[in-house]
């Protein structure tokens, strides 16, 4: 059987085109990724996720979403009720740090709820980015906290609510993009700590959760360890600092490549993710010319990356049983918004 190519890809709208179909087919990505344009109503997102599927031949292939509440959330009412932001949970956390684990535990446990039912069985969350001050916004109340300590308690606890109910999750944004002044959807943030400064306080959230099976990189310069590139491709960040220092085995995702902190074609960005030494290459806006430049670039899974994106695929579970209701009563019932 040949294996699937070493990417993600996204679509153009809410149902499969045939363009989208025979690509899917013919370039056999590893999986999909969702967004708002995508969602329309639950039976519309269920029937699309199953396509994908059918279009690849592989009835558990990967379905991602950005659903982790406040502004980043993919779905929403009257679809999917509201989350709170990270922020939010923190400030409870703050307050009581059991109840807010919980919380966040609970959080996790209901989007397995609302995105199994739809298909979507990968969520990209937690963010473990720890901020400081004077960052970009770009990651702002989607950070649990100021304090990485906290970042990993919170990030292990939203991992385990989501794995609780079956889904995966993916930690974001490896090694870390607290300190980035810039927004990488527009521009490259360069960061200009030292590594004793990152290794005490950006990377600490991710080395206490490296076991996780998928990471996504983080679109950013740090300069005391590759002056040059990105993080997302470079070899010297992703061996140095991610497989080494962090330890981390897992399944290593690009952010989206579309994204302006790339320099270059979309071909020629596909070609740095796949040489920097990430697994898979994540591209997200559906756009057909876009897509049709990253699959010349990717390569069919195999090694260590074939090794991680089936240990991802033999992770997937029916979930625990939980009540729906209870567990939705409990989680209101501690934010005071029952």
Sequence with gaps: MTESKAMILGASGAALTAGEISLYRDERPWGFILFARNCVEPQQIHDLVAAMRDAVGRPNAPVLIDQEGGRVQRIRPPMIERYPSAAVLGELFRQDRELGLRATWLMSRLHAFDLMKLGINVDCLPVLDVPVEGASNVIGDR???FDPAVVAEMGKAA???LKAGGMLPVMKHMP?????????HHELPVVTASRAELEAHDFIPFVAMKNELMAMSAHI???AI???EPATISRKVIEEIIRGHIGFDGLLMSDDTSM???KGTIGERAARIMGGGC???LHCNGVMEEMKAVVKETIPLAGDALRRARAVEAAFTEGDGADEAAIRAEFHGLLGTA
């Design 221 to 223: 310069v740090f300069t």
């Design 279 to 281: 697994d898979i290459v």
């Design 176 to 184: 870390g993009h607290g300190r980035g002044m810039a927004d990488s």
């Design 159 to 161: 991992a385990e609510g």
């Design 143 to 145: 950070a649990y906290a």
């Design 260 to 262: 302006n902190a790339l």
């Design 226 to 228: 590759d002056e040059n």
